[in-house]
């Protein structure tokens, strides 16, 4: 009988880890897709500007190609918008990261994000969480300075309340996904 009852409960412990895999599974793919189709939207407006700038060459068009190509704000929106579309990614799939993070943190350290929004900061270790060490390719995705990065993870080693400051990216690099249950939250995805 009481190998009966053990089964049981490692049937139900088995069942809610499969569950919880198809959650993640299901993260997976849903965001597999959207910044599939990302990419394509980027690939789409960078062959829109390549004709632009073909047709302003072939109509010999220079002041309006000078114009046309020393303007940033397309760039720069374009930057937010990546940016933004990763900040919601990385807090949907990691909803606990910042308290989480925080906890390791001196109280005046916190990190706060307002409307969905991380700073360059927080996003250097979201990118560590990610598995992005590097700090040339965290600095060249957030488009900083490689320094920028390096003095971010030296703050964030003063202000860390562990014993052993030197773990504290590798904490940040085991910190653990929060699988959402299907039943409590819709993953929504704006491809806009």
């Known amino acids: 009988m009481e190998t009966k009852k053990k089964l049981e409960k490692a049937n139900r ?3 809610a880890l499969n569950r919880q895999l198809q ?3 299901l993260i997976k793919e849903k965001y597999a897709v959207y910044f599939m ?3 394509s939207e980027h690939v789409a407006y960078l062959e829109s500007y ?3 700038v073909a047709n302003k060459i072939v109509a010999k068009r220079f002041e309006d190609l000078q114009q046309f190509t020393s303007s940033y704000s397309e760039a720069a929106t374009k930057e937010r918008e990546l940016l933004t579309h990763f900040d919601a990614a990385f807090l949907n799939i990691y909803p606990n990261f910042v308290a989480s993070l ?3 943190l ?3 350290a916190h990190f706060v994000v307002k409307n969905g929004v991380m700073n360059t900061e927080l996003r250097i270790f979201a990118l560590i969480r990610m598995g992005v060490n590097d700090s040339q390719k965290i600095a060249s995705f957030l488009r900083c300075s490689v320094q920028t990065v390096h003095n971010y993870r030296s703050k964030i080693k003063r202000n860390c309340i562990l014993d ?3 773990e504290i990216e590798e904490r940040i690099k085991n910190l653990q996904i ?3 249950s299907s039943k409590n939250k819709e993953i929504s995805l704006n491809y806009s």
Do not use: D, G, V
Request: glycine fraction near 0%; aromatic fraction near 8%; charge should be positive.
């Open 50 to 52: 390549r004709k632009a």
């Open 178 to 180: 929060f699988c959402p």
């Open 23 to 25: 959650e993640s599974n």
């Open 106 to 108: 001196k109280q005046e």
């Open 102 to 104: 925080n906890k390791m």
């Open 37 to 39: 189709n990302l990419y």
């Open 164 to 166: 052993n400051t030197s």
């Open 13 to 15: 412990e088995l069942l």
